[in-house]
């Protein structure tokens, strides 16, 4: 099983994007759910978690800024991103939460620059 993530491109700095990440199985509906990101020389980061009744937490760095949600009957769970800045450049995953390092898939690049 892997949480494949998508969505992501080059943006401008003050734009918006929003990521899809989808899974097979009830992994959505059984475990919290994590993005994560990783920029070059950085180390990876949890910038949004959903749990299975649909709290959510987010670090200081992006809170305002991002929005987590899911769908549990499409079996996606998303990341509304407003307000990009060029720090939020990285690779970015999708995981459960705790991690299961099966469950790592491709990330999606997000790249924030003019």
């Known amino acids: 099983v892997q949480l494949q993530a998508s969505g992501g491109g080059l943006v401008q700095p003050g734009g918006s994007l929003r990521l899809s990440c989808a899974a097979s199985?009830?992994?959505?509906?059984?475990?919290?759910v994590g993005w994560y990101r990783q920029a070059p020389e950085k180390q990876r980061e949890l910038v949004a978690l959903?749990?299975?009744?649909?709290?959510?937490n987010y670090p200081d760095s992006v809170k305002g800024r991002f929005t987590i949600s899911r769908d549990n009957t499409k079996k996606m769970v998303y990341l509304q991103m407003n307000s990009l800045k060029p720090e939020d450049t990285a690779v970015y995953y999708c995981?459960?939460?705790?991690?299961?390092?099966?469950?790592w898939g491709k990330g999606t690049q997000v790249t924030v620059s003019s």
């Open positions: 995981n459960t939460v705790p991690i299961r390092v099966d469950y």
């Open positions: 199985g009830n992994i959505f509906s059984t475990y919290a």
């Open positions: 959903i749990t299975r009744g649909d709290s959510t």
